[in-house]
């Protein structure tokens, strides 16, 4: 059974950092682009982040983009976000994803996480 577990979400004040990971089981995923969503309450499944097969090469989404550092271990089988200065408007769900190629476009990931609250106090 396949399964991606995300962890180190929780509650933090405005302009701390977590560190999130999404551990993969049931098969590798070294070979496929790992990717990071959020969704808020009342509104979509947002893009966050996303990291290629080798790691060599990341994309973000404006809103986060010189706060937030996606990476991954593919010894590990885990991907990871630092989030950093995190504000108020990041609270939301996050979310792992794996797919065949780097994508900013939740349809074409395969496979997801159950998801990790990301609460961050005024």
């Known amino acids: 059974q396949v399964q991606l577990v995300e962890s180190g979400g929780g509650l933090v004040q405005t302009g701390g950092s977590l560190r999130l990971s999404c551990a993969a089981s049931?098969?590798?995923?070294?070979?496929?682009?790992r990717g990071w969503f959020r969704q808020a309450p009342g509104k979509e499944r947002e893009f966050v982040a996303t990291?290629?097969?080798?790691?060599?090469?990341?994309h973000y989404a404006d809103s986060v983009k010189g706060r937030f550092t996606i990476s991954r271990d593919n010894a590990k089988n885990t991907v990871y976000l630092q989030m950093n200065s995190l504000k108020p408007e990041d609270t939301a769900v996050y979310y792992c994803?794996?797919?065949?190629?780097?994508?900013?476009?939740?349809?074409?990931?395969?496979?997801w996480g159950q998801g990790t609250q990301v609460t961050v106090s005024s």
């Open positions: 994803a794996a797919a065949g190629r780097m994508s900013d476009y939740a349809p074409a990931y395969d496979y």
């Open positions: 990291i290629s097969w080798s790691g060599g090469f990341t």
């Open positions: 049931g098969r590798t995923f070294s070979t496929y682009a």
